[in-house]
């Protein structure tokens, strides 16, 4: 599936006005009830399948509202970023959609990737961590979801850090993180990575930032 990325970007913003709140966290449970998330890029469509289980399962609007919002948001632009990784020369798809350990090849190294705002709870500066890759990749290791994309394998982060706090909005602007994405993979070095010791075994990973 290709996906339209400056479609996509237009139906992430539209996410914007809203706040970006859990509510509870992350659980199968709830998984399940807004799986509905991947069969929609439009943003009406699926505030349209929010309204419909919540009345097929009587659950409280405000909370199926935020879980599934937030789970669209996060999906869809992953999505966009994959697919800018994949376009460029010298990266592979991985063959094997189901195997949520690699999203691609590049230069050799099978990587899977995650784009992450830069974490309230980690108690340094951008200035800091930005010069200390290795600190904030073993926390954002050590700190990732329990849930099922929890692993311990190589990564790349696309780490975003908004001047104004608002770090999670841009995950919405696609435009940026794919200046970022070729920036990094246009001068890539294997021997820059770094090499993380986790679970006796050594990971391959990095940050890419977008800063705005």
């Given at each position: 599936m290709s996906l339209?990325?400056?479609?996509?970007e237009?139906?992430?913003?539209?996410?914007l006005p809203?706040?970006?709140?859990?509510?509870?966290k992350?659980t199968d449970?709830?998984?399940?009830?807004?799986?509905?998330?991947?069969?929609?890029?439009?943003?009406?469509?699926?505030?349209?399948?929010?309204?419909a289980?919540?009345?097929?399962?009587?659950?409280?609007k405000?909370e199926?509202?935020?879980?599934a919002a937030n789970?669209?948001?996060?999906?869809?632009?992953?999505?966009?970023?994959?697919q800018i990784?994949?376009?460029?020369?010298?990266?592979?798809?991985?063959?094997?959609?189901?195997?949520?350990?690699?999203?691609f090849?590049?230069?050799g190294i099978?990587?899977?990737?995650?784009?992450s705002?830069?974490?309230?709870?980690y108690?340094?500066?951008?200035?800091y961590a930005?010069?200390h890759?290795?600190?904030?990749?073993y926390?954002?290791?050590?700190?990732?979801?329990?849930?099922?994309?929890?692993?311990?394998?190589?990564?790349l982060?696309?780490?975003t850090?908004?001047?104004d706090?608002?770090?999670?909005?841009?995950?919405?602007?696609?435009?940026?993180?794919?200046?970022c994405?070729q920036k990094?993979?246009?001068t890539?070095d294997?021997s820059t990575?770094?090499?993380?010791?986790?679970?006796n075994?050594?990971i391959?990973?990095?940050i890419?930032?977008?800063?705005?």
């Amino acid at each position: 599936m290709s996906l339209d990325l400056v479609y996509i970007e237009s139906q992430l913003k539209q996410r914007l006005p809203y706040p970006y709140q859990w509510g509870k966290k992350q659980t199968d449970k709830w998984d399940n009830y807004t799986n509905f998330i991947y069969d929609f890029p439009s943003w009406e469509a699926v505030v349209e399948a929010m309204k419909a289980t919540t009345e097929a399962y009587g659950l409280n609007k405000r909370e199926l509202f935020n879980y599934a919002a937030n789970r669209w948001f996060n999906f869809w632009s992953a999505m966009a970023v994959e697919q800018i990784f994949t376009e460029i020369d010298g990266v592979t798809p991985s063959l094997n959609h189901k195997d949520r350990l690699v999203d691609f090849n590049l230069r050799g190294i099978d990587f899977d990737h995650k784009t992450s705002v830069f974490p309230e709870a980690y108690k340094q500066t951008l200035y800091y961590a930005q010069h200390h890759h290795e600190d904030l990749l073993y926390w954002l290791y050590k700190n990732q979801s329990q849930q099922q994309r929890k692993h311990l394998e190589n990564r790349l982060f696309i780490v975003t850090y908004a001047e104004d706090g608002e770090h999670w909005k841009l995950k919405a602007e696609i435009s940026l993180l794919k200046q970022c994405i070729q920036k990094y993979v246009s001068t890539f070095d294997a021997s820059t990575l770094e090499q993380l010791q986790l679970n006796n075994k050594t990971i391959y990973s990095d940050i890419i930032w977008a800063v705005k």
